[in-house]
């Protein structure tokens, strides 16, 4: 925040446009209406009901101050609409992650890990967690891992797994035969172990529209979302802690009986030009 201002001390800016729910986001917004600059929120109106969530604490600061509201559905112009802001203000131009994906798309990068363990199109499920509801407990993360690993026939399971929940594996599942934990992968070697596999078991939001947009079944373990235009339309369905509808959900992809899923109005590359002719 001190830097910001200290930027906009110098250089002042006719406005201020904020990107997606990160702290930054916040911050920037508090710090451009303190300097009466307008603030204009892409991705605005994203609500998951749940204010222990710091990105939603973020959402809700930076689109009450927001002046224009650049959103990814109609269901983000609901809520703002439900939270007082008027009509004029909200502009549906679609979502900047998918014109990012379709921009890259053939630049998806295979990584080193596909020789490493004899991978092929459509021949192993991708698992990505990171939320503490999910990881920071050793015992609830291990039984999560089991139940996936147990269900998934004889498909081997990727894990792309940040170091701080890695020390929460025990070596028993470290050296599951099915397993196979990677480190963190950059976004053009992700996207094409996303693009390849048979399917996604996931606690995060945005793998649900990149998932969507490419047609690939997403299992999400949480218990509502803030994309429910993914359950509603895409490719993703909510398990939450239901290890039932997990296991039947695991072998519904197995089986190839997975949902046929579509693509969400404006999700077709071009948001970014949207908002540039908004603007």
């Excluded at 299992?219 to 039947?248: A, F, M």
Aim: with cysteine; net charge negative.
């Amino acid at each position: 925040m001190i830097s910001y201002e200290s930027l906009l001390n110098e250089t002042r800016s006719d406005l201020c446009i904020v990107v997606g729910d990160v702290t930054s986001t916040m911050a920037c917004t508090i710090v451009a209406k303190k300097m009466n600059i307008q603030v204009a929120h892409i991705e605005a109106g994203i609500r998951f009901g749940d204010i222990s969530m710091p990105e939603e604490v973020n959402r809700i600061v930076t689109d009450a101050l927001s002046d224009y509201f650049f959103t990814t559905t109609e269901h983000a112009g609901k809520n703002l609409l439900s939270e007082g802001k008027v009509l004029e203000s909200i502009f549906f131009v679609g979502n900047t992650m998918i014109d990012t994906l379709y921009a890259n798309i053939e630049r998806f990068s295979k990584p080193s890990l596909w020789e490493n363990f004899d991978l092929s199109a459509k021949s192993y499920f991708l698992l990505t967690l990171h939320r503490p509801s999910n990881v920071d407990s050793q015992e609830k993360l291990e039984n999560l891992i089991s139940l996936v690993l147990n269900n998934i026939g004889d498909y081997p399971l990727i894990f792309p797994v940040h170091p701080r929940t890695r020390k929460n594996l025990s070596e028993k599942i470290i050296n599951h035969p099915k397993l196979k934990i990677v480190d963190p992968l950059g976004y053009l070697e992700f996207m094409y172990l996303v693009n390849s596999s048979v399917g996604v078991i996931t606690d995060s939001g945005g793998i649900t529209e990149e998932t969507t947009v490419l047609s690939i079944p997403c299992i999400t373990l949480r218990n509502s979302t803030e994309r429910p235009e993914t359950v509603e339309i895409g490719t993703n369905i909510l398990v939450g802690d239901n290890n039932d509808l997990l296991v039947k959900s695991l072998l519904s992809i197995i089986a190839g009986n997975w949902k046929k899923g579509a693509i969400p109005n404006f999700w077709d590359g071009k948001t970014s030009n949207r908002i540039i002719n908004h603007l």
